[in-house]
């Protein structure tokens, strides 16, 4: 007879690929109805941004199909992002679930650019996100998502003053940028960051966050420090071009956080081979390959992905439009909504194991 314990038992074998556990002991499966041959569940991912999404769904139907009698599956998706837990000395940020910061080695490697799209590709798929700017050598995250001449609120508290994010695309920001007068000496800035930090993680009306992803300064600094020790952090994303050099200080940022204890979610290839525009079938190797691979084989960490130079996207970030926004047909805009999903079912397998 077809009933709720029939469908959990045929559904109890079908695992979660990423948590390699059942789908009915993770209580992914809820809201079971059986109307004659009509059966429908509610699946309940860890992360909106499931990379493998339809994969899980038609698991689903394939194994409730196998009942005899069953017509017709119908599997309504949403999600629950579990929240990174705090170690004692730290202090969560109210109502937000999940840190990750974005970071590299050196400078100009596209770091915010990879944490610009991340955020948006992450809120295109319905997740609550926030993008802290901490860069205070070269804050470009308001011109990159178009909110360079926005004034931001600041509300009185009893508790101090409160900032009101920016917001555009889905996503909630505030900026060094915002803070910082741009003609002040770069040496001056080094001292206000621990303090600068800490405001932006808890004097901001952030609300609820799946994910605050917070764009570091290059290097292996004090922000990093401040970050690691201040709250629960769900990992840190390096970012890497090909390049000898560049790669060499990838690890170098890579041992800082393990040494830091925090969870590396892998490493990003940027400007990993150009595509000419006029040419969009052909790829040119500019700074060699396979770099990022071998990088991350050696270090036993994930590569994320790989995102090809385009010149579409450095425009996208200087006209304030991400490319995940404008082309999202392009292959670097691909590659980067790829990694935005890698980065969230990499957090919440963390976050759950
Ligand atoms: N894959 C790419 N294709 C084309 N242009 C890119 C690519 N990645 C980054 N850029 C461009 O390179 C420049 C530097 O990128 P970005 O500002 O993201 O680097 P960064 O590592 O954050 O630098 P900084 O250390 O100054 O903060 C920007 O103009 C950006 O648009």
Redesign the pocket.
Known sequence: MLDTKSILDVLRPVQDPELQKSLVDLNMIRNVAVDGGKVSFTLVLTTPACPLREFIVQDCQKAVKQLPGVETVEVAVTAETPQQKALPNQQSVFGTKNIIAIS?GK???????VAVNVAVSLAQLGAKVGLLDA?IY?P?VPTMLGLENVDIKVDKGQQGDILEPAFNYGVKMVSMGFLIDPDQPVMWRGPMLNGIIRQFLYQVNWGSLDYLVVDMP?GTGDAQLTLAQAVPMAGAVIVTTPQTVSLLDARRGLKMFQQLGVNVLGIVE??SYFIPPDLPDRTYDLFGSGGGEKTSKELNVPLLGC?????A??EG?DSGVPIVMSSPESA?AKALKAIAQQIAAKVSVAALT
């Open positions: 590299s400078g100009g490697v596209g770091k915010s650019t860069d070269g470009n290059p940027n400007m995102i090809p130079l385009e010149i996207l450095r970030g670097s």
